[in-house]
């Protein structure tokens, strides 16, 4: 039998699981635990059709009490993961799987069933890198997960913003009919995407995303924006009044999804956006760290930071194979030593530089954790950063300069996919 089918058992006490891939069959019930696991009721049948399209087959994996078989066991603990691919620094689009809807049963937490479902996922990936979005932050990082991109909310009041004379104008913004968003906005994002931390979504991405926003009320909008090469940026957004009825009730515009592959497009979007009526303030939520949207008006002042979070998670789980898939820039070499208790395999010493990257049979000028490589990996932190936290240990200080230009992308890494 393969490791996956023998299961990976793990317990504390008297609580002890087995893991293995679900049966389709066995999808709706790991759907429920999940959403149970966020206070929430189990699945209407009017909305099963779209989450059922989004559990494929062989992408969940269950964790039992008992021997994960017969009337005795009892599904405690569930994790998905969904092949995608993730751009890196160098442009690079390199396979990474999605891991969400990761939850353990109320009674059976802290006792060893998530670390048995993220160690037999992670030993069984065929990617080189796993990504995802963590709602609690203390527990990603004893699997080898780091912050890879983050994010920040940004609050314009509407009322008072106006552009500069600079700011392009833009090529062709239009107004989809509702019913032909699900179809155009897809084709957008692949004719935008394009940055280090941005992936591909999954052919059910769309659909299950329109449900979650309809049922959170407010209807959907979208502007796209079409250049020289066709569609090629689009901004998702809905519109709603808040504050009640007193005197602080205001109408919101919610930007909930924005992606452009040019100035022009992210210009032109940001015009449409502004121009509609009746709108008090514009919050965008998620977006880029370096997205320079103050430089957009006259008065930088009308647009501020409401919060700066993580976004997405990052974990090596092929070190060699990962090193070699992005561009490093700069010159010189350095010789850095990974420590990865979960997936010994990557334990070991690399050799990384513009021209390679691979295994080096010297001692390490900078060591730590896989964790902490995986941080680097995107370009959102330094190594500097790292080493002065005391995440890496620097064992030859002159290395450390070096390390600083190869890791460095260019600009900050974002992701604006919600898995």
């Given at each position: 039998m393969s490791e996956t089918e023998k299961g990976t058992e793990t317990g504390t006490g008297t609580v002890r699981?087995?893991?293995?891939?679900?049966?389709?069959?066995?999808?709706?019930?790991?759907?429920?635990?999940?959403?149970?696991?966020?206070?929430?009721?189990?699945?209407?049948?009017?909305?099963?059709?779209?989450?059922?399209a989004s559990l494929e087959p062989a992408s969940v994996r269950g964790a039992f009490s008992g021997s994960g078989s017969g009337s005795g066991s009892r599904l405690v603990g569930v994790h998905q993961a969904t092949a995608s691919d993730v751009v890196v620094p160098g442009d690079a689009r390199v396979a990474v799987e999605l891991h969400h809807r990761f939850a353990v049963r109320n009674g059976h937490t802290r006792s060893g069933v998530g670390r048995s479902l993220m160690t037999a996922a992670l030993r069984s990936a065929t990617a080189p890198l796993a990504m995802l979005r963590a709602s609690e932050g203390g527990i990603y990082g004893r699997y080898g997960?780091?912050?890879?991109?983050?994010?920040?909310?940004?609050?314009?009041?509407?009322?008072?913003?106006?552009?500069?004379?600079?700011?392009?104008?833009?090529?062709?913004?239009?107004?989809?009919?509702?019913?032909?968003?699900?179809?155009?906005?897809?084709?957008?994002?692949?004719?935008?995407?394009?940055?280090?931390?941005?992936?591909?979504?999954?052919?059910?991405?769309?659909?299950?995303?329109?449900?979650?926003?309809?049922?959170?009320?407010?209807?959907?909008?979208?502007?796209?924006?079409?250049?020289?090469?066709?569609?090629?940026?689009?901004a998702r957004y809905a519109v709603r009044r808040v504050g009640g009825d007193g005197p602080a009730a205001r109408t919101v515009l919610e930007v909930l999804d924005m992606h452009h592959g040019t100035p022009q497009a992210w210009a032109g979007l940001w015009r449409s956006l502004l121009d509609v009526e009746l709108v008090d303030?514009?919050?965008?939520?998620?977006?880029?760290?370096?997205?320079?949207?103050?430089?957009?008006?006259?008065?930088?002042?009308?647009?501020?930071?409401?919060?700066?979070?993580?976004?997405?998670?990052?974990?090596?789980?092929?070190?060699?194979?990962?090193?070699?898939?992005?561009?490093?820039?700069?010159?010189?070499?350095?010789?850095?030593?990974?420590?990865?208790?979960?997936?010994?395999?990557?334990?070991?010493?690399?050799?990384?530089?513009?021209?390679?990257?691979?295994?080096?049979?010297?001692?390490?000028?900078?060591?730590?954790?896989?964790?902490?490589?995986?941080?680097?990996?995107?370009?959102?932190?330094?190594?500097?950063?790292?080493?002065?936290?005391?995440?890496?240990?620097?064992?030859d200080p002159r290395a450390l300069k070096t390390a600083d230009e190869l890791f460095w992308a260019g600009r900050e890494p974002w992701c604006g996919t919600y898995i």
């Open positions: 699981a087995a893991t293995r891939v679900l049966e389709v069959h066995e999808h709706r019930a790991a759907l429920d635990l999940f959403r149970d696991s966020l206070h929430m009721p189990p699945v209407s049948d009017a909305d099963w059709p779209v989450l059922e997960f780091a912050v890879a991109t983050r994010c920040r909310e940004l609050v314009v009041d509407r009322r008072r913003a106006r552009l500069s004379e600079h700011v392009p104008a833009g090529h062709h913004t239009y107004a989809p009919a509702a019913g032909e968003i699900a179809a155009l906005l897809p084709v957008a994002y692949e004719g935008s995407r394009g940055g280090a931390g941005t992936v591909s979504r999954p052919g059910w991405y769309e659909a299950l995303l329109t449900q979650d926003l309809e049922s959170a009320g407010g209807f959907v909008r979208a502007f796209v924006h079409s250049g020289p090469e066709g569609e090629d940026g689009f303030e514009i919050r965008a939520r998620q977006r880029p760290l370096d997205e320079p949207v103050e430089w957009l008006f006259t008065d930088p002042h009308v647009c501020r930071t409401g919060a700066v979070d993580d976004e997405t998670w990052l974990r090596l789980t092929d070190v060699g194979a990962a090193l070699r898939a992005r561009r490093f820039e700069g010159a010189g070499t350095v010789v850095i030593g990974v420590e990865d208790a979960l997936l010994p395999a990557n334990s070991g010493h690399y050799r990384v530089g513009p021209e390679t990257a691979g295994g080096a049979g010297s001692g390490p000028q900078i060591s730590g954790s896989v964790a902490a490589w995986s941080a680097l990996y995107l370009g959102a932190v330094r190594p500097s950063a790292l080493a002065a936290t005391g995440a890496l240990r620097v064992h």
